[in-house]
């Protein structure tokens, strides 16, 4: 069983920055890939970044390649979503995946077999 909780969402104008974190629980974090995703309302879920066991591999969604950047902290059992620049547009709720089964595509929600419940992210103009 594989816990993950975020932190971080706000509410910040446009141009801004925010970090988000995600703290998952078990002894194996060190062992899968995990993924940022999101929502915006009235949109489906939409696949952000994702980073693979050891950091060396990191995916990222052309609308945040280059402002957005994921991380993680194998000894803290966090991964973190560094966002830069931000945008209307970037407005949704923030969710944290694992894909403790591993994947062959990141981008790829069916992959990720647990979730976070979300933070929200509000970016105004």
């Known amino acids: 069983q594989v816990q993950l909780v975020e932190s971080g969402g706000g509410s910040v104008q446009a141009g801004g920055s925010l970090r988000l974190s995600c703290a998952a629980s078990?002894?194996?974090?060190?062992?899968?890939?995990m993924g940022w995703f999101r929502q915006a309302p009235g949109k489906e879920r939409e696949f952000v970044a994702g980073i693979n066991w050891n950091g060396g591999i990191t995916v990222y969604a052309d609308s945040v390649k280059g402002r957005f950047t994921i991380s993680r902290d194998n000894a803290k059992n966090l991964v973190y979503l560094q966002m830069n620049s931000l945008k209307p547009e970037d407005t949704a709720v923030y969710s944290c995946?694992?894909?403790?089964?591993?994947?062959?595509?990141?981008?790829?929600?069916?992959?990720?077999?647990?979730w976070g419940q979300g933070t929200q992210v509000t970016v105004s103009s």
């Open positions: 078990g002894r194996t974090f060190n062992t899968y890939p």
């Open positions: 995946a694992a894909a403790t089964g591993g994947l062959l595509d990141y981008r790829w929600s069916s992959y990720y077999n647990y």
